[in-house]
């Protein structure tokens, strides 16, 4: 039988291009995607001026100086706390002590009752060999009693007192706990406002950094000029006054020596010398704490501290006056409470002039517009205008 031909059409083989297909897909798929990521990425964030840094920084360094404020005066609350506290448990052993010897006593007394096994007054009477003896030794008990009884008593006076004391001492403790606590939330917020400040400088270019240099010589040379033009005030008035008091004694004179109003020129002589004998001893204070003060110059800023090697603003006002025999407090909100308020164009050398509206700084004013004060971290002790910063008012301590 002969062999039918296969009427089947034979295989066209096709060739396969899927693969390709798929890489292009993936290829096009990721340019495009990165074309969506480029597009929808936020811009990078520009950089601020040095002008902005300038007044970021300012601002951080005066949070950092309330912050200090904060510190120094949790520290002296703490030093203070812990004082008490010290003197509060000395208190409470010496009481303890007391009460242990009152114990004893009472102890010895006890002891003593069993011994004599407690026999009643009329048996003793009848068993005693002599009467009289008996009366003898009956009152020399009622005096131990007596003193059993001063014993109890100091014994419950001394348990009391020693349990208030030691609940003023655990209260105390709690106290000094939570002022501790405070100084250390305050040490941190000094420091990382510092480190924030340090950052932002860290991060100017050369460039950048002399172009601050020179907004702040800018800011100085501003400052100068106002106290120049303060002294040139201050100078003026001082002229004024005294040509009024020259002109004042020689009306005096002239009307002594008409010989009318001799009451008149002694009443005037005393008012004038307690006037100036009161300008006299500030003014011999007031040399004392600026004498001071400028052998301070050159010493760091440390916030903190309050000298001898270094100090921050209300450190070095609070030593200086030391040295005129004035006891200011530690910080500067407590400074600007005590003394006298005196109007800008009133100061006087000494004076304390205090600046912002959170009272964080403070320096000695020396004259002519200047001060002498710890400025900020980083820099020393120096003298510079009180118009550098924006005053908040001034004292005059003594």
Known sequence: MPVLASHRKPRTKVRTTTPAVGLTTAALASVTLLSTQSATAAPAEPKPAVEEVQKKVDALYRQAGAATQEYNRAKAASA?????????????????????????????????????????????????????????????????????????????????????????????????????????????????????????????????????????????????????KLAARQAAEAKERAEAEEKAREEAAKESGDGSGTGSGTGTDPGSGTGSGADSGYAAKAEKVLAFARAQIGKPYVWGASGPSSYDCSGLTQAAWREAGVTLPRTTWDQVEVGTRVATSDLKPGDLVFFYDDISHVGIYKGDGMMIHAPKPGANVREESIYYMPIYGSVRPA
Do not use: C, W
Not at 114 to 140: C, E, K
Not at 181 to 191: C, G, H, M, R, Y
Not at 198 to 226: D, F, M, P, V
């Open 80 to 228: 203070s706390q812990q004082t008490k506290v010290d003197t509060l448990l000395s208190d409470v052993a010496k009481r303890t002590e007391k009460i242990n010897e009152a114990r004893r006593a009472l102890g010895s007394y006890a002891a003593a009752q069993y011994r004599n096994g407690g026999i009643g007054p009329a048996a003793t009477f009848f068993l005693a060999d002599d009467p009289q003896g008996y009366f003898d030794q009956s009152r020399l008990m009622d005096r131990a009693t007596e003193r059993q009884q001063r014993s109890v008593t100091e014994f419950r006076t001394q348990q009391a007192s020693a349990a208030k004391k030691r609940a003023e001492a655990v209260k105390s403790l709690e106290t000094l706990t939570e002022t501790q606590a405070t100084l250390a939330s305050s040490k941190k917020d000094v420091q990382t406002k510092l480190t924030e400040a340090r950052g932002l400088l860290s991060r100017l270019t050369a460039e950048e950094k002399a172009r601050l240099a020179e907004l702040e010589r800018k800011k100085e040379a501003e400052a100068k000029e106002k106290a120049a």
